[in-house]
């Protein structure tokens, strides 16, 4: 990844230079800079019931994240633009007993570096080439987790045909590994059908060398589509559908996943909100059987989704979720979600929202796996800074006991982000 790393900071230079070559001597270069800092104390309580096999988890752990992205924006000549954005990110004050958090740690690295042409000779077709954020609809399937202190990012390109009403994102990504590469590509439209309604059309292929059964080759096709809009000043909806066929190994892949929500906003003081939710995806009733019938959801940001606390993901699941949010005073928002947890198929084990397998099935095993209750305060100051005080409960049911431990998990957490 470092040939990767120095190669785009190259090609930025030359870019940079090459236009300032060429541009009239009248206009000036632009600069633009900023970024963010941000510090998230977390505290998990009980959360060995969902320890992965290749870590121990202790019966309580608290620490402290950083992340700092500074960026800089240089437009050297008009319909040029080249983005830099390194990040730092540690973890503090984390149990010795614990295996180290490499998922939180990034040291420095080049977090997004890419070149944009925009309108290319006043058409409708704009360029970015380089290492960048992805994020499409809600961040179901293709987003950039804001969430992780890491984060995520592509090396990609990506080109958009944008109209008055209507744009379309065609892409191309690749992440370099030791073992096998792995490839992530699709296009993506949006439609302006009404002011207050938007649909959004997508279709994407994920090619991962060794990622399928056996250690052969994966390829997922996902067929989709998203519909978000409001109705007056009160309603809110929103439903997604997405298809997935192709090939784990030798075996062939057939799944869905399912999202659906509604919210009506109250003209009173503190403005309530009360939202009903459903999601579901699709599972294996026999892993065996030669068919691969588990939802892949991607390269998703899951964290707001499907609970807070992470225990659960866009696959073999029905998940109910009920909100209500309320502002008491501008600029703060203060919500309470319930989330209950069930399993498609008992067989096929509960998935984390990372997309791991939290938990190995059983196919007499019950398909209720637990309930959590997730508390959220935001305070956004100003726009230089904002602040996020939260607390979730999880509770563990059937299938849990059924299968190992069954503990009953906690987790705080405090933020605060600072915007330069």
Known sequence: MQFVKWSFVLLFGLCFFASAVFAEEKKEVQF?????????????????????????????????????????????TEGIHVFIQPQFSRSFAQEESTVANTANVDDLDLHQGYIDFVKINGSPISLRLGRQEL????????????WS???????????????????????????????????????????????????????????????????R????????????????????????AALQLGESGLSDIF??????????????????????????????????SGKVKTFNNLFPTNHFKYGYMDLVGWRNMHNPRFTLEVTPVKGLTTSLDYHAFFLME????????????????????????????????????????NFLLGYSFFKAEDFLAETGMAEDAHFLYAQTQVNF
């Open 32 to 76: 633009k800079w900023g970024g963010e800092i941000r510090l998230r104390s977390e505290t998990l309580i009980d959360f060995n019931s969902f320890a992965q096999t290749n870590r121990t988890t202790p019966a309580k752990d608290s620490f402290v994240l950083m992340r700092v992205r500074p960026f800089v924006e240089v437009i050297p």
């Open 135 to 146: 994020s499409y609809g809600d961040e179901r399937l293709v987003g950039a987790f804001g």
């Open 149 to 215: 202190n890491v984060g995520r990012n592509f090396d990609a390109g990506k080109v958009k045909l944008e109209w008055q009403k209507f744009w379309l994102d065609g892409f191309f990504s690749w992440i370099q590994r030791a073992a096998g590469n792995q490839y992530f590509g699709g296009l993506y439209g949006h439609f302006d059908v009404l002011e207050s309604l938007d649909y959004e059309p997508y279709f994407f292929v994920l090619r991962d060398n060794d990622g399928g059964l056996g250690g």
């Open 217 to 240: 080759a994966l390829t997922v096709y996902t067929v989709g589509d998203r519909l978000a809009g409001t109705i007056g000043e009160k309603w809110d909806y929103g439903l997604e």
């Open 255 to 288: 799944a869905y996943a399912a999202h659906a929500h509604g919210g009506y906003t109250f003209e009173t003081a503190w403005q309530p909100r009360l939202g009903l939710e459903y999601n579901a995806a699709s599972g294996d009733e026999a892993p065996t």
């Open 346 to 385: 008992p067989a096929n084990g509960l998935f984390l929202a990372s997309g791991a397998q939290g938990r190995a099935g059983s196919a007499v095993a019950s398909r209720f796996a637990g309930q959590e209750i997730d508390w959220l305060l935001k305070y956004k100051w100003n726009q230089w800074a």
